[in-house]
């Protein structure tokens, strides 16, 4: 791989020339039209990146802020922003949901948390594109209280035998592995009995089924575990202290740390509403122009706000995920709005298109119908409120009743529960 450069200014601007002159050697650029990221991608979009991936790899830009000791360069969030910069206008690897998930909050939860041994097994094959990953970890039963797992890993002699259902798994018929939440203690409180497992999507016991969105797509699925075996090797961190790695993976689920540090700052004016705009002849309309507008400006805040997060939670200790959902929070609220602003913008041929029609055409109608989702997913916009209400601002937290009480009594009375408090 490349050698590393320094983490000064000088060394930023070395590795900017030396990726620009990478990218230009080795990929080729991407046409007008061509989508660079989105939620769902087929399964030979998918296979066409691993061999992708695998070449950023051997070139020294995948995981430029990985450990070296695992396949990664060791350099920071600053040079991942300036390759992020240089790339935009080639074709780089994108595996849908399942690569998001795959490069952010798991291998980082991976990285804290996991055993060297661990680690040396699975990172490299994750940044050379061989293994994808996606979480098993929401339930029909625990969504918002994630601490609700009813997923139950079994110790059996040296193994663990896995049993529950997951749901809006991203990528899971994609995935190689999930990293999955079970629960491996009954009789403590619900947040004290949880244990993460790696497991293999192909593993005998395992069924995933992809759920069809509004949009057409599959980008989320329900998984089935019946029977599943694991060994202690596939641990992820320490047994019945899965929620202080969950509470690393809800860091960067909810777009903060060091991995969120590649966005690049949105200096140029909205150009797929100025494109809009123009395509349906409202360029000089008060009404667009004020929409192109307050859309840029709510962009440049939100990437702001998410270098404010990112400075914040590095200097912590520890992890802090009601500070990350201040990101989360203003990405399920303005969404929406810039959802209904490319509306507001094209109208009827923002929601239309011909027949045969490029990515460019359906983008708006598919962000439209999405526009609520990250309102949704990774916790709703009311449970970041509450977090940061109680961790953050200190008000009082709302009333509890089984926070303290063992899990298998909590599901019991959850069954002779009439309704009545106290």
Same mark, same amino acid.
């Given at each position: 791989?490349?050698?590393?450069?320094?983490?000064?200014?000088?060394g930023?601007?070395?590795?900017?020339?030396e990726?620009?002159?990478? #990218?230009?050697?080795?990929?080729?650029?991407?046409?007008?039209?061509?989508?660079?990221?989105g939620?769902?991608?087929?399964?030979?979009?998918?296979?066409?990146?691993?061999?992708?991936?695998?070449?950023?790899?051997?070139?020294?830009?995948?995981g430029?802020?990985?450990?070296?000791?695992?396949?990664?360069?060791?350099?920071?969030?600053?040079?991942?922003?300036?390759f992020v910069?240089?790339?935009?206008?080639? #074709?780089?690897?994108?595996f849908?949901?399942?690569?998001?998930?795959?490069?952010?909050?798991?291998?980082?939860?991976?990285?804290?948390?996991?055993?060297?041994?661990?680690?040396?097994?699975?990172? %490299? %094959?994750?940044?050379?594109?061989?293994?994808?990953?996606?979480?098993?970890?929401?339930?029909?039963?625990?969504?918002?209280?994630?601490?609700?797992?009813?997923?139950?890993?079994?110790?059996?002699?040296?193994?663990?035998?896995?049993?529950?259902?997951?749901?809006?798994?991203?990528?899971?018929?994609? /995935?190689?592995?999930?990293?999955?939440?079970?629960?491996?203690?009954?009789?403590? %409180?619900?947040?004290?009995?949880?244990?993460?497992?790696?497991?293999?999507?192909?593993?005998?016991?395992?069924?995933?089924?992809?759920?069809?969105?509004?949009?057409?797509?599959?980008?989320?699925?329900?998984?089935?575990?019946?029977?599943?075996?694991?060994?202690?090797?596939?641990?992820?961190?320490?047994?019945?202290?899965?929620?202080?790695?969950?509470q690393?993976?809800?860091?960067?689920?909810r777009?903060?740390?060091?991995?969120?540090?590649?966005?690049?700052?949105?200096?140029? #004016?909205?150009?797929?509403?100025?494109?809009?705009?123009?395509?349906?002849?409202?360029?000089?309309?008060?009404?667009?122009?004020?929409?192109?507008?307050?859309?840029?400006?709510?962009?440049?805040?939100?990437?702001?706000?998410?270098?404010?997060?990112?400075?914040?939670?590095?200097?912590?200790?520890?992890?802090q995920?009601?500070?990350?959902?201040?990101?989360?929070?203003?990405?399920?609220v303005l969404?929406?709005?810039?959802?209904?602003?490319?509306?507001?913008?094209?109208?009827?041929? /923002?929601?239309?298109?011909?027949?045969?029609?490029?990515?460019?055409?359906?983008?708006?109608?598919t962000?439209?119908?999405?526009?609520?989702?990250?309102?949704?997913?990774a916790?709703?916009?009311?449970?970041?409120?509450?977090?940061?209400?109680?961790?953050?601002?200190?008000?009082?937290r709302e009333?509890?009743?089984d926070?303290?009480?063992?899990?298998?009594?909590?599901?019991?009375?959850?069954?002779?529960?009439?309704?009545?408090?106290?």
């Amino acid at each position: 791989m490349t050698d590393e450069v320094s983490d000064g200014a000088s060394g930023l601007d070395e590795f900017r020339a030396e990726a620009r002159a990478w #990218l230009a050697a080795n990929l080729e650029r991407r046409p007008a039209g061509v989508r660079d990221g989105g939620e769902a991608r087929g399964d030979e979009e998918v296979a066409a990146a691993r061999p992708l991936q695998r070449k950023l790899f051997d070139g020294g830009y995948a995981g430029l802020s990985f450990p070296r000791e695992y396949g990664g360069r060791g350099l920071t969030g600053h040079h991942e922003r300036v390759f992020v910069e240089e790339s935009r206008g080639y #074709l780089t690897p994108h595996f849908g949901g399942a690569g998001h998930v795959t490069f952010t909050a798991i291998a980082r939860s991976m990285l804290a948390h996991a055993s060297p041994e661990f680690l040396r097994r699975h990172i %490299p %094959p994750i940044l050379k594109g061989e293994r994808l990953w996606c979480q098993f970890y929401s339930e029909p039963e625990a969504g918002s209280d994630l601490a609700g797992i009813r997923t139950t890993a079994r110790r059996e002699g040296d193994r663990w035998v896995l049993n529950g259902s997951k749901i809006w798994s991203t990528g899971a018929h994609q /995935a190689d592995y999930a990293m999955c939440l079970a629960r491996t203690d009954w009789d403590v %409180p619900k947040h004290r009995g949880l244990t993460w497992f790696a497991v293999p999507t192909d593993a005998r016991g395992v069924t995933v089924r992809p759920i069809r969105q509004i949009n057409g797509e599959s980008g989320f699925c329900e998984a089935f575990l019946d029977d599943v075996v694991v060994s202690d090797e596939d641990i992820i961190g320490e047994v019945n202290q899965g929620w202080s790695v969950a509470q690393t993976m809800l860091v960067y689920e909810r777009g903060a740390g060091s991995s969120g540090g590649a966005r690049v700052e949105p200096r140029v #004016l909205a150009p797929e509403l100025v494109a809009l705009a123009r395509k349906v002849g409202r360029l000089d309309d008060p009404l667009a122009r004020q929409a192109i507008a307050r859309a840029h400006v709510n962009e440049f805040a939100q990437y702001h706000l998410g270098l404010r997060i990112a400075a914040r939670l590095r200097s912590s200790a520890t992890p802090q995920p009601a500070v990350a959902a201040y990101g989360k929070l203003a990405a399920g609220v303005l969404s929406p709005i810039r959802a209904r602003l490319t509306v507001e913008i094209g109208g009827a041929e /923002a929601l239309t298109w011909p027949r045969g029609a490029d990515e460019t055409a359906t983008q708006p109608a598919t962000s439209y119908l999405n526009g609520r989702m990250v309102a949704i997913a990774a916790g709703t916009n009311e449970v970041q409120r509450n977090g940061i209400g109680e961790r953050v601002l200190g008000l009082p937290r709302e009333p509890s009743f089984d926070a303290r009480k063992p899990f298998r009594d909590v599901v019991r009375d959850a069954r002779t529960w009439d309704g009545r408090i106290g």
